[in-house]
């Protein structure tokens, strides 16, 4: 029986064992807060190498679509601890919704919070037949000399933990990298810098829930800062602000009566404050930068016999909420490549470099161009320069026939197209049919017949748009 080392016993790595050991391997799971996730700390509290956990969580399609074809019970078991199924499609215009169409279905979401999240997989798993979970910190990786190296297992305490296939699922501070670098292995990587801050908060939704303005999401956009609101499990809801990590003014936003008056300030949240009721105190979240790491080179393998999945391989800052969902795109992509019949290192290290750069990529750059694009309007609004326009949410090939912006913008009048972009913002679109020449052709008639939009209106001001009066709040509570 083939066995797998899987280091990180989070969501991603949960999911990992269960696919493996599905598979007949042997699995060893080891992490040393695998306790701590299946029983969450009471009050809630950051967790320690996973301060996000505590944050807002939106997931995307592509998060339910792995759940409900690779793990369906798992999917129940979501379910059933009080996560409803939503479909972004049921909130459209009616001129949009156009009586729905046969596979909206495949555009379900899950609304969960993160912990939920965390907890029930983790039960899952800790059920599982053929998964070994090892309450652990593990000490570093086994290497044998070749040319290439390869991983053959962990060091633990308790001495070598030997394995057919190592995988890392450690996290952004996951210790591997470091690791392969001491072996002489120095692993590809791409980093996005990221200027923003978050604050979260979590509610009881109490009264009659109001809309969410962007069907998935609440989201308003000022100057100095960004409010989200997304819904939860079991009739909760967690609040954010985004701001500029040097902005000191607004780290008074940790403080619950700063965070409260925020939102208070906010005319469009009326409704949700008389709604939500504070369950936690607020929880700060650090800027930490978008990365991206590889372990091929020039088509061939670096090392062989340890794979990367989850926020070890692509780290993307809250702002398109895709980490989980690219996470078990990846987790899924990689059994499938390494559970066959025959292991091929090499092969195997390959074919998931050739997928991670023509899928996994292309959700990474659009995540970090959006985030770079609210890093530099937060960053203008702190220093009181000019405001860059906003990033395009789709990325098309630079001499594709069409723009981002006429895709979105024609989007917004035909219902299959609205379709189309929507599956692409939910990581289900790897064909990438969102650049094809058939969409494109649509794009073109939509524009054609659709009226001129009118010009755009002048700059919001007042409230939370200005500058000074947004300081003045937030004072009394620095």
């Given at each position: 029986m083939p066995r797998i080392a899987i280091l990180g016993g989070s969501v991603v790595g949960s999911v990992t064992a269960m696919l493996f050991a599905r598979s007949g391997w042997e699995v060893m799971l080891v992490d040393p807060a695998l306790d701590e996730i299946v029983a969450p700390p009471t009050p809630?509290?950051?967790?320690?190498?996973?301060?996000?956990?505590?944050?807002?969580?939106?997931?995307?399609?592509?998060?339910?679509?792995?759940?409900?074809?690779?793990?369906?019970?798992?999917?129940?078991?979501?379910?059933?601890?009080?996560?409803?199924?939503?479909?972004?499609?049921?909130?459209?215009?009616?001129?949009?919704y156009d009586g729905g169409r046969s596979d909206d279905a495949e555009l379900d979401t899950l609304r969960v919070r993160r912990v939920t999240l965390d907890r029930v997989i983790a039960g899952c798993v800790a059920n599982e037949p053929g998964v070994t979970r090892i309450a652990e910190r593990a000490l570093g990786l086994l290497v044998d000399a070749g040319s290439p190296p390869r991983v053959s297992g962990l060091r633990?305490?308790?001495?070598?933990?030997?394995?057919?296939?190592?995988?890392?699922?450690?996290?952004?501070?996951?210790p591997v990298a470091g690791w392969l670098t001491e072996a002489g292995v120095v692993p590809e990587e791409q980093v996005d810098p990221c200027e923003a801050r978050y604050y979260t908060r979590h509610y009881a939704v109490t009264g009659q829930q109001p809309m969410l303005n962007r069907g998935f999401a609440e989201v308003h956009d000022f100057p100095s800062l960004v409010q989200l609101i997304f819904l939860g499990d079991n009739a909760t809801a967690m609040v954010a602000h985004a701001v500029h990590d040097?902005?000191?003014?607004?780290?008074?936003?940790?403080?619950?009566?700063?965070?409260?008056?925020?939102?208070?300030?906010?005319?469009?949240?009326?409704?949700?404050?008389?709604?939500?009721?504070?369950?936690?105190?607020?929880?700060?979240?650090?800027?930490?930068?978008?990365?991206?790491?590889?372990?091929?080179?020039?088509?061939?393998?670096?090392?062989?016999?340890?794979?990367?999945?989850?926020?070890?391989?692509t780290t993307t800052n809250p702002t398109r909420g895709r980490g989980i969902s690219m996470g078990l795109a990846a987790a899924g992509r990689l059994h499938d490549l390494v559970a066959g019949e025959r292991l091929d290192h090499v092969e195997a290290t390959l074919a998931y470099d050739v997928w991670c750069r023509c899928v996994l990529d292309v959700y990474y750059r659009e995540a970090a161009a959006s985030d770079a694009v609210v890093s530099r309007r937060l960053r203008a609004a702190l220093l009181g320069s000019a405001v860059p326009g906003n990033a395009p949410n789709i990325e098309l090939p630079e001499d594709h026939p069409i723009t981002a912006a006429e895709l979105e913008r024609a989007s917004g009048e035909d219902p299959d197209l609205v379709r189309v972009v929507i599956r692409a913002t939910m990581l289900l679109d790897d064909e990438r049919r969102v650049a094809s020449p058939e969409v494109c052709r649509r794009v073109r008639e939509v524009l054609e017949q659709a009226a001129v939009p009118p010009p755009a209106g002048a700059v919001p001001s007042g409230g939370l748009h200005d500058r000074e009066r947004l300081v003045a709040l937030l004072a009394p509570h620095a």
């Open positions: 809630l509290r950051p967790r320690a190498g996973a301060p996000h956990a505590v944050h807002a969580h939106g997931f995307m399609s592509r998060t339910l679509r792995e759940l409900t074809t690779r793990l369906p019970d798992v999917r129940a078991a979501l379910v059933t601890a009080g996560a409803p199924v939503v479909n972004p499609v049921a909130g459209l215009p009616p001129h949009l633990l305490a308790a001495g070598a933990l030997l394995a057919d296939v190592v995988v890392d699922a450690g996290g952004r501070r996951s040097d902005d000191r003014v607004l780290k008074s936003l940790r403080h619950p009566e700063a965070f409260a008056a925020a939102m208070g300030a906010n005319e469009d949240l009326r409704e949700w404050c008389e709604a939500l009721e504070p369950i936690t105190d607020v929880f700060a979240l650090g800027a930490f930068d978008n990365r991206v790491r590889g372990l091929a080179a020039d088509g061939r393998p670096l090392v062989l016999g340890v794979h990367l999945v989850g926020d070890a391989l």
